[in-house]
């Protein structure tokens, strides 16, 4: 029996090295369905694009190579540079207000406090109700002569505003709607975050007579971090891809002040029918996306490595 066992545990490397490649194999089996979607729906159309890009493609005629012609004509066109601007704006105005309401929000509704299951629920809601119904219901609220809004302003002694019809207002509404609708997600990954952190944590800060604000900038803040980047990551992402909202609410005016990369790239290929110049629009936000992400992954690496430290 010993000489059985002996037998088998000094098994040549080569018959391990076999099994082993079995469970490889059995492995990427698995994952093999994924990578197939992936492929076929986002890396295959993302090389089209890009073959696209440098033709002129139009949906009718066969597909003519034109070079760098479609980007040299991007670095001139003042409404896609106009397009790039309101997208960085809406950015702008969308992630970090996200951000600080989703944690807020978390924080309040993670104690355990009345209705707080009805209160997650209706404020997570809107992030999972189509953003077309969403859209048509805050078009009746920014309505100038019979939206609520409105009617609020005028009960409390204040001007109606054209809120989607002013240049000035217009994306500032659109980013306010943006954010209601978008707050339920951050506030549903913060609060299982927050649900992570050991309790012991806060006892101990508590025998330290840490006030309650102390322990939220030194333990739920800190501990929270790479939730935090999980969800900017995912914010920035989402941000440059806004689209229904603006098609529906303004269509991109009043005087393009609301036009977005996506919104463009709709318009010159789906309208205009210039597919090979929407595509290289496509293949610009790309990139831009693309940088913004591996900006966010490599300082967001750096903060981490250096609490780590």
Not at 107 to 135: D, E, H, Q, W
Not at 149 to 170: E, H, I, K
Request: contains cysteine.
């Amino acid at each position: 029996m010993k000489n059985e066992m002996a037998t088998r545990d000094a098994a040549p490397p080569l018959i391990k090295k076999r099994r082993a490649r079995r469970i490889d194999y059995s492995g990427y089996t698995m994952i093999a369905p994924g990578y197939l979607v992936y492929f076929s729906f986002i890396f295959v159309p993302l090389l089209i694009s890009l073959y696209y890009s440098f033709t002129n493609y139009n949906f009718y005629s066969k597909p003519a190579f034109v070079g760098l012609q479609n980007y040299s004509r991007l670095m001139q066109d003042a409404l896609f540079a106009k397009a790039v601007f309101n997208t960085f704006l809406y950015a702008a105005g969308t992630i970090l207000p996200q951000l600080a309401l989703g944690l807020v929000l978390a924080v309040l509704l993670n104690a355990k406090i009345a209705g707080r299951v009805f209160a997650r629920a209706s404020i997570y809601v809107p992030n999972v109700t189509s953003m077309v119904a969403v859209s048509m219901m805050w078009l009746w609220i920014y309505d100038p002569s019979l939206g609520i809004l409105n009617r609020l302003l005028t009960w409390a002694g204040f001007s109606p505003v054209q809120w989607l019809y002013d240049p000035s207002t217009a994306m500032l509404a659109i980013i306010v709607m943006s954010i209601w609708k978008s707050v339920g997600y951050s506030m549903i990954v913060y609060l299982a975050g927050l649900q992570s952190i050991p309790s012991s944590l806060y006892e101990a800060a508590r025998v330290d007579g840490a006030s309650t604000l102390r322990q939220f900038w030194s333990i739920t803040v800190p501990m929270l971090k790479p939730t935090t980047f999980f969800i900017l990551v995912m914010s920035c992402i989402n941000s440059f891809m806004v689209f229904e909202q603006v098609n529906i609410m303004t269509n991109g005016g009043p005087l393009n002040s609301t036009t977005t990369i996506v919104h463009q790239i709709y318009l010159r290929g789906f309208q205009d029918f210039q597919m090979g110049y929407a595509s290289a629009m496509a293949m610009i936000l790309f990139v831009i996306t693309l940088l913004i992400t591996l900006a966010n992954f490599r300082y967001g690496n750096k903060a981490s490595d250096a609490d780590a430290d």
